[in-house]
Nanobody, 126 residues
Framework: QVQLVESGGGVVQAGGSLRLSCAASGRTYSGYFIGWFRQAPGKEREFVAAIRWSSSVTYYADSVKGRFTISRDNAKNTVYLQMDSLKPEDTAVYYC???????????????????WGQGTQVTVSS
């Protein structure tokens, strides 16, 4: 029903930048959220950023606020995560996710997202 494909990961030095992409297909995203989450080895999958597709309202984790920017391109059905001033602690597999109709108060909660991409590896060297 919903397919998500991440791309753009790679290896970058501390202080550098990467832009991740999440291409969506299969359903209309109007009125729904696309979120970015990340998971480092031995850690829980944690919230990074989210965007409400129809309104472009955005949300960020405190750990990335001011460094990461989430945006969308309606024509391409794609959500981007621009990551600047990267730190070694940003190293993780990054996943995009879509909800199935959750209330907006749960934008940060991975348990309220229903569809997930396969992830893309981001490695920040020190």
């Amino acid at each position: 029903q919903v397919q998500l494909v991440e791309s753009g990961g790679g290896v970058v030095q501390a202080g550098g930048s990467l832009r991740l992409s999440c291409a969506a297909s299969g359903r209309t995203y109007s009125g729904y959220f696309i979120g970015w989450f990340r998971q480092a080895p031995g850690k829980e999958r944690e919230f990074v950023a989210a965007i409400r597709w129809s309104s472009s309202v955005t949300y960020y984790a405190d750990s990335v606020k001011g460094r990461f920017t989430i945006s969308r391109d309606n024509a391409k059905n794609t959500v981007y995560l621009q990551m600047d001033s990267l730190k070694p602690e940003d190293t993780a597999v990054y996943y995009c996710a879509a909800d199935g109709g959750m209330d907006s108060r749960y934008y940060y909660d991975r348990e309220h997202y229903d569809y997930w991409g396969q992830g893309t590896q981001v490695t920040v060297s020190s």
